[in-house]
C-alpha cells in the first residue's frame, strides 16, 4: 500500500505531461502557421515596394505628395518585414537557433535604421524577400532563380540610375542605359560602354558582378542537373525494358520445357509389328 502510494505521487499528472508534449509541438506549428499565412501578403508588399522604388527614379520631376507618398510606402513595407522577423523569432521554438540561423534577416532589419539611404532600403528589402521566398515549400528552385535574376536587374538598374543620373562626367543617363549596363554587368560581359564613375555606383557594380556569378552557375548547374535526370531517367527505362525482355524470355524457356515434358509423358500411336523372313519369301500361289 505504501508503495502504491509512493508511485502514484512521483508520477507526474497526465494531464501536465500531455500539455508539456503539446507546448513543445505548437510552437513549430504555429511558426510554419504564422509563414504560410503570411507568405502571399509580404511578396504583394514587395511588388509594392517595387513601384514606390521605381517612380520616383522614372520620374524624378513627379509631384511632391506623390514622392512623399512612396517614400512612406518604402518605410511601411520595410517595417511589414520587420514586423515578419520579430514574430518568426517570438513564434520559434529555439530562439537562440532561429537567430543565429537568420543573422542575414537581423541585418537587413537593422540597415535602414543606421542611415537613411534609400539603396539601404532598397537591398534589406531584397534581402527579406528573397529570404522568405526561400522558405516557400511552393516555390521552386527555377522559379526561385528567375525572380532573382529579374529582381536584381531591375532594381539594379533603378539603383545605378539613381546614383550616376546626377553625377558629373557620368555617362548612365536614361533607363535604357541603366538597364543595358546591368544585364552586361550581371552576365559578365562588360562592354565598357556604359560604366559607372561614382563610389557608390561602383560598389553596386561590385554586387551586381558577384550576384551574376552566383545565378549563372545555379543557372548552370540545374541545367546540368536537369540533363542527369533525363540520362538517368532513359537509363531506366532501358533497364526495365531488358528486364522485362529477360523475363519473357524465362517464360519462354519454361513454357517449352512444360511442352517437351506434356509429349515425353504422352503415349503414342501403337507401332506395328515387322514383317518376318517367311512371310516376305512367300510364294504368290500362297497369295
Known amino acids: 500500500m505504501v508503495m502504491d502510494e509512493t508511485t502514484a ?31 502571399r501578403p509580404l511578396l504583394f508588399l514587395a511588388v509594392v515596394f517595387a513601384v514606390a522604388y521605381a517612380v520616383p527614379i522614372v520620374d524624378p520631376d513627379a509631384a511632391a505628395w506623390v514622392l512623399l507618398a512612396c517614400r512612406w510606402v518604402e518605410w511601411a513595407v520595410w517595417a511589414a518585414f520587420a514586423v515578419d522577423y520579430s514574430a ?15 543573422v542575414l534577416d537581423l541585418l537587413a532589419v537593422l540597415l535602414p535604421l543606421l542611415s537613411p539611404l534609400r539603396l539601404l532600403r532598397l537591398v534589406s528589402t531584397l534581402v527579406l524577400v528573397g529570404q522568405r521566398a526561400r522558405l516557400s515549400s511552393q516555390v521552386r528552385l527555377t522559379t526561385y532563380v528567375a525572380g532573382s535574376v529579374v529582381g536584381l ?14 553625377a558629373p562626367g557620368g555617362n548612365i543617363r536614361t533607363l535604357g542605359d541603366a538597364v543595358w549596363w546591368a544585364f552586361t554587368t550581371m552576365t559578365t560581359v562588360g562592354y565598357g560602354d556604359l560604366a559607372p564613375t561614382t563610389g557608390l555606383g561602383r560598389l553596386l557594380a561590385v554586387g551586381l558582378m558577384l550576384s551574376g556569378i552566383a545565378l549563372l552557375g545555379v543557372v548552370t548547374a540545374n541545367i546540368a542537373a536537369w540533363f542527369i535526370a533525363q540520362f538517368d531517367k532513359d537509363d531506366a527505362e532501358e533497364r526495365r525494358q531488358t528486364e522485362e525482355i529477360r523475363t519473357l524470355t524465362e517464360e519462354v524457356r519454361a513454357l517449352r520445357a512444360e511442352v517437351a515434358a506434356l509429349a515425353a509423358a504422352r503415349p503414342g500411336p501403337p507401332v506395328p509389328a515387322p514383317a518376318t523372313a517367311s512371310t516376305s519369301a512367300a510364294t504368290p500361289d500362297d497369295r
Open 88 to 102: 518568426r523569432l517570438w513564434l520559434a521554438q529555439d530562439r537562440g537557433k532561429f537567430f543565429r540561423t537568420h
Open 153 to 166: 536587374l531591375v532594381f539594379g538598374s533603378l539603383a545605378v540610375l539613381s546614383v550616376e543620373r546626377g
Open 9 to 39: 505521487s512521483a508520477a507526474p499528472p497526465a494531464s501536465a505531461a500531455s500539455g508539456t508534449a503539446t507546448g513543445g509541438a505548437t510552437a513549430p506549428c504555429r511558426a510554419a502557421a504564422w509563414e504560410r499565412r503570411t507568405q
